[in-house]
């Protein structure tokens, strides 16, 4: 079958269709369609994205041990990386028992542009923006007009100078309960039609800003040393040692990608499980990590006389409405069971997750090293990927643990010795 015939108005044919495609263009077995046709059967919303094909399925598992602001949290969690989970209830439950974290938002309001092109004066489209900013935040209202029913809408407008004949008009908006891109994008569409009636033809594009810098939210925790280890000696090399991390991510960027890859383990995960735009919260916190120039760790540690102090700043430009919050039905579940009840809620409950997980990271690498706990459930998604099924793989992660660097050879080996001795045992019968 020709390729580009065989995908042409590719969108348009059912579910189905596409796969009798798939398989007839790239050789699909019939133990592949017949995988692929299940798991649609259990797809949630096809209608989310285009070219609907199945279900790609993520375990979702929760962390526990979580006291935030003096309650306690189970925090649904989606990701395919063994340990995550494990280490965030790991690090909640130490920090718990220093007394919890304290998670604050700091404003929570969403932030676009209209970009102009080919200005020739700054001054005259900054004068002609101040002059007619509260038209300007009328025709934001007017186009989207249940966010203000809802006690939200437009909040301010500014522009500002890019250079080169770029000039970005800044609409900054309460969004309420959701993430806002939609509401935000209608707005300054709205905007960018009376911008390019009455000041300045040339407008490049209209679209929301996913710098989240007015979505921050801060998590600290304040942990005893003596708390670090048994022996008070230990607990303060280990204190001392967690401060020196997470000063390394401050001076080096190279460190600090991976530091700040650790943070969002289990900032992803809940993000996901909450039917969030990852991407949005991934790229924010990213830019937000070079604010200064340098890429540093998000996190920090300081040991100050017997308390290790930790503090995670994000942007966390979250919605609990919208989006596919309310397409995939597990997202209300999920905000049941985090206690989740607005952006706020959920904002401070990432952070704190974010911190518990890089303090369980930072405490295993200067302590006993990664490899140790992470390797002991690693082992899990090993002997799964040599095809172990639920009954074997505890017997092979068994024989797995004690070996040094187990690889898929020795995964392979070891569960082909169990089934073996499953026939003989069988046999003997
Ligand atoms: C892996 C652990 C938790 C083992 O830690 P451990 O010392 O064997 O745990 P424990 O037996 O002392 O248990 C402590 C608590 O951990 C939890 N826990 C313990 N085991 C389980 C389990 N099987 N399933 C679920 N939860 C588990 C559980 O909450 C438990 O409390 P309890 O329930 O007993 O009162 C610890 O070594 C750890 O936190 N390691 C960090 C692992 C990690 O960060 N993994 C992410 C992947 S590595 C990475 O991507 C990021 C990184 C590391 O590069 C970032 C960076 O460099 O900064
Ligand atoms: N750059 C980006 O990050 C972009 C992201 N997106 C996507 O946009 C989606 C999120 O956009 P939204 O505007 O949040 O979703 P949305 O388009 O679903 O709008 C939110 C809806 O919720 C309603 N609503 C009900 N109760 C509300 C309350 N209490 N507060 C606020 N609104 C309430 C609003 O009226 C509105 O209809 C995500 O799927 C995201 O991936 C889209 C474009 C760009």
């Known amino acids: 079958m020709n390729m580009k015939a065989a995908f042409s108005q590719f969108y348009k044919r059912t579910p189905e269709q596409r796969l009798a495609i798939l398989a007839e263009t790239l050789g699909l077995s019939e133990t592949e369609q017949q995988e692929l046709k299940r798991r649609a059967a259990q797809g949630d919303a096809p209608l989310l994205v285009e070219n609907y094909l199945t279900t790609y399925q993520l375990p979702e598992g929760v962390a526990v041990n979580f006291r935030v602001n003096d309650h306690d949290y189970v925090v649904p969690m989606v990701t395919e990386e063994p340990s995550v989970i494990a280490a965030a209830s790991n690090g909640a439950k130490q920090l718990a028992k220093a007394g919890g974290i304290t998670a604050t938002v700091r404003s929570r309001l969403l ?34 007009p249940s966010i203000v029913k809802r006690g939200g809408g437009p ?12 000039v970005s008009i800044d609409l900054t908006a309460d969004v309420q309960a959701a993430m806002g891109a939609n509401m935000m994008n209608t707005m300054l569409e709205a905007i960018a039609a009376v911008v390019q009636n009455k000041l300045h033809r040339a407008t490049l594009f209209s679209i929301l800003s996913n710098t989240g810098d007015r979505s921050l939210t801060t998590a600290t925790v304040s942990v005893p040393v003596v708390q670090l280890a048994g022996d008070p000696e230990d607990a ?22 991976t530091h700040n890859k650790g943070i969002m383990n289990g900032v992803d995960a809940v993000v996901m499980a909450m039917g969030n735009d990852w991407r949005a ?47 995939l039905p597990l997202v209300g579940i999920n905000q049941k069971i985090a206690q989740v009840h607005s952006p706020q809620d959920l904002m401070k409950l990432i952070a704190a997750v974010g911190l518990a997980q890089n303090f369980a990271a930072i405490k295993a690498l200067v302590t006993s090293g990664i490899q140790q706990g ?25 024989q797995l643990m004690p070996l040094s660097d187990p690889s898929e050879a020795h995964a392979r080996q070891l569960l082909k010795q169990i089934r073996n001795n499953k026939e003989d045992h069988h046999a003997k019968r």
């Open 155 to 166: 909040v301010s407008i500014r522009t500002r100078d890019l250079g080169e004949g770029f």
């Open 374 to 398: 992470h390797m002991k459930m690693q082992i899990r998604s090993l002997a799964m990927s040599v095809g172990a099924t639920s009954l074997e793989v505890p017997a092979l992660t068994a």
């Open 236 to 257: 303060k090399q280990v204190a001392k040692r967690i401060a020196q991390a997470s000063r390394v991510a401050q001076l080096d960027p190279m460190r600090a990608v």
């Open 111 to 144: 932030t676009g542009q209209v970009l102009l092109s080919e200005v020739k004066v700054y001054a005259s489209i900054d004068d002609w923006v101040a002059l007619h900013q509260n038209e300007l935040l009328d025709v934001a209202r007017q186009a989207h």
């Open 281 to 327: 919260i991934e790229s924010a916190a990213h830019a937000y990590a070079v604010q200064d120039g340098q890429y540093r760790g998000l996190s920090q540690w300081r040991l100050e006389d017997d308390q290790l102090t930790g503090t995670l700043t994000l942007p966390l430009p979250v919605g609990t409405v919208g989006g596919a919050t309310k397409v």
